[in-house]
């Protein structure tokens, strides 16, 4: 967005690019993308994520931290977003499960339940197939379930 460029450029310490021809405009910034990512990416590579949140948020530049698995699940915002919830397991006790990110007004939606148990749901599966219980009898003698 043009009006974050100069504040991105500043925080940076990346003035230069302000004047660079391949960056003056946002045409020719889209036009030398992987140019200008492989400027940015090597101004970002000099100090850590933590710091350049700290550096590019003081500079009111739109910003965010990115996340590996582990990050994602301890960051503030999803925990205060409930995208991460703990759900009660049978034989696990509590278990922390992604939960959806959508909200409706009107109908809960997200996780509700941990996942069955391997064959917890056989029997009124193969019923609602249409098998007897004779027919689920024979199935579990044979072993094929």
Sequence with gaps: DPKWWPALCKALNREDMLTDQR????RG???NRLALLAEIDGALARNSRDNWLKILKAADVPCGP????AGTTTDPQVLANEYIT???H?????VRVVNSPIRMSKMP???RQTAPELGQHTEETLLEF????????????????
């Design 86 to 88: 703990t759900l009660e």
């Design 130 to 145: 249409g098998y007897s219980w004779d027919e689920i009898a024979a199935l579990r003698a044979c072993e094929a379930i």
């Design 90 to 94: 049978p034989n696990l006790g509590p």
């Design 23 to 26: 960056f003056e405009a946002p």
């Design 109 to 111: 939606v997200g996780a």
């Design 29 to 31: 910034r889209f036009q």
């Design 66 to 69: 990115v996340h590996d698995y």
